[in-house]
């Protein structure tokens, strides 16, 4: 696991800011960091703070969409805009909530069954999933590669990102 390291020594990146109910006095109603703070982990790892849009995140390691304004959404053929960033889930999170989500370095990504290493992955029907069958209507990752190949079952797998973007759609 990734901690943070620097000014952001101590931060946990699985953590999840869940705001409280209207009326509820125990607890503060706003996130401990700005939309769009970068932080270093460990390992050569860097995390953005995002809002949680639509959907949220299954779990961790699933793919996410994140625009200009630091809302995250699960990364799906029907969803996205060429040029937004693409990071990873590091934990479940619902809709409204805030968390970090992982954009450079090691990591592990959902993948469709049998995705294969080194090669152009792009998104699925499956919220959250890459696969390495690029075709008519889905939308390219540049910056992503598996670094081992996912087996024959969707799952998590080895994976390199380097500050990942939605590049291109496939007609």
Same mark, same amino acid.
């Not at 509820?24 to 607890?27: K, S, V």
């Not at 050569?44 to 949680?52: E, M, S």
């Not at 450079?104 to 592990?108: D, I, L, W």
């Given at each position: 696991m990734a901690f943070g390291t620097l000014y952001g020594s101590g931060v946990d990146f699985t953590q999840v800011f869940v705001p409280p109910t209207p009326g509820?006095?125990?607890?503060g109603d706003q996130p401990a960091f700005a939309l769009g703070t970068i932080m270093f982990g460990s390992s050569?790892?860097?995390?953005?703070?995002?809002?949680?849009g639509a959907g949220g995140a299954t779990a961790a390691n699933y793919g996410l969409f994140i625009d200009e304004a630091y809302t995250a959404v699960m990364a799906?053929?029907?969803v996205g805009a060429l040029g937004d960033r =693409? %990071?990873?889930a590091q934990n479940a999170a619902a809709q409204g909530n805030y968390g970090w989500a992982q954009i =450079? %370095?090691?990591?592990?990504l959902r993948v469709s069954a049998s995705a294969a290493a080194n090669v152009q992955l792009a998104t699925t029907t499956t919220a959250g999933e890459l696969d390495d069958a690029v075709g008519?209507?889905?939308k390219n990752i540049v910056g992503v590669v598996l670094t081992t190949a996912n087996g024959g079952a969707a799952g998590s797998a080895p994976a390199l990102l380097n500050w990942p973007v939605y590049g291109s759609t496939n007609a």
């Open positions: 509820d006095r125990n607890y050569g790892t860097a995390f953005v703070y995002v809002l949680y799906a053929n029907a =693409f %990071g990873v =450079f %370095g090691p990591t592990s008519t209507g889905t």
